[in-house]
């Protein structure tokens, strides 16, 4: 009997030592044991306050809000899909080739976020890397809207961002293809032209992003014609004067 009490007894204090192992659940800038606690608040860490105590305080890609009871992404950072963690924009600090700590589509490029292969170039603080020739696309063909002469070739055996027969592909964009006369752009598409050595949709037309692979008019008669081929035209001169 005095050996089962002595077991019962041992348990119960090998049971009390594992619970007291678990630590406690701590809350903002309150004192924590690190390795042990755990801070409740999003984006807190058991830390050195500065003044040589461990506590529950913002860290990584967080800092304190104004109201000094919690956590907010830093400048340049923004909060996932789940809200539990900061996610850099482009140009942003990451962690040694962690491409999680970068924006959807992006990369750790050394300790710096950027766009991934087959998306566009972001500018610096960009929060969104736009698809490019090569990423992949649906038949809505919204994916490669961002890039003037490209379209979703949904007939490849994976649907990719992809440029109109008049064009070429330079890395992640398309640029029109070299050209002497208007006739060479023709034999490509019939509604293209020849604009300071590149070819392009001629005024009026543009390469339908979930169309196919030809310049074709996207826009109705009368006056919203003349907008848009205006538009157009004005969209086709810029990207021609970008690879003169």
């Known amino acids: 009997m005095m050996a089962n ?11 009390l ?3 007291s192992c678990q630590g ?27 003044a040589g105590t461990d506590k529950c305080l913002c860290d990584g890609f967080w800092e ?9 992404c830093k400048a340049t950072y923004n909060l996932n899909t789940a809200e539990d963690a900061c996610i850099g924009e482009v140009g942003a600090t990451c962690t040694a080739s962690t491409d999680s700590d970068c924006l959807a589509n992006g ?24 698809a490019g020739v090569g990423a992949t696309c649906t038949a809505s063909g919204s994916e490669c809207r961002h890039v003037p002469g490209g379209y979703c070739n949904t007939a490849a055996t994976s649907a990719v961002c992809a440029c109109g027969a008049a064009y070429t592909a330079s890395t992640t964009t398309c640029v ?5 006369a208007d006739s060479v752009c023709v034999t490509l598409d019939a509604n293209s032209m020849c604009y300071n050595g590149k070819c392009q949709c ?13 310049c074709v008019t996207t826009f109705g008669s009368g006056a919203k014609s003349i907008v848009g081929s ?11 004067m970008l690879y003169m």
């Open 202 to 214: 001629k005024a009026g037309y543009s390469v339908n992003p979930s169309g196919t692979n030809l």
């Open 5 to 15: 009490i002595g077991m019962l007894t041992k348990c119960c204090l090998l049971l």
């Open 64 to 72: 304190a809000n104004t109201a000094s009871d919690g956590c907010v």
């Open 176 to 180: 029109g293809a070299t050209c002497t």
């Open 24 to 50: 406690a659940d701590v809350a903002y800038d309150t004192a924590c044991t690190s390795g042990t606690d755990t801070c409740t608040v999003t984006g807190t860490a058991c830390i050195d306050d500065g």
């Open 230 to 240: 205006i538009t157009v035209l004005i969209g086709s001169l810029l990207l021609a």
């Open 107 to 130: 990369v750790c490029t050394g300790t710096t976020c950027a766009c991934g292969a087959n998306f566009l170039t972001g500018a610096s603080n960009d929060d969104t890397c736009s």
């Open 17 to 19: 030592i594992a619970y």
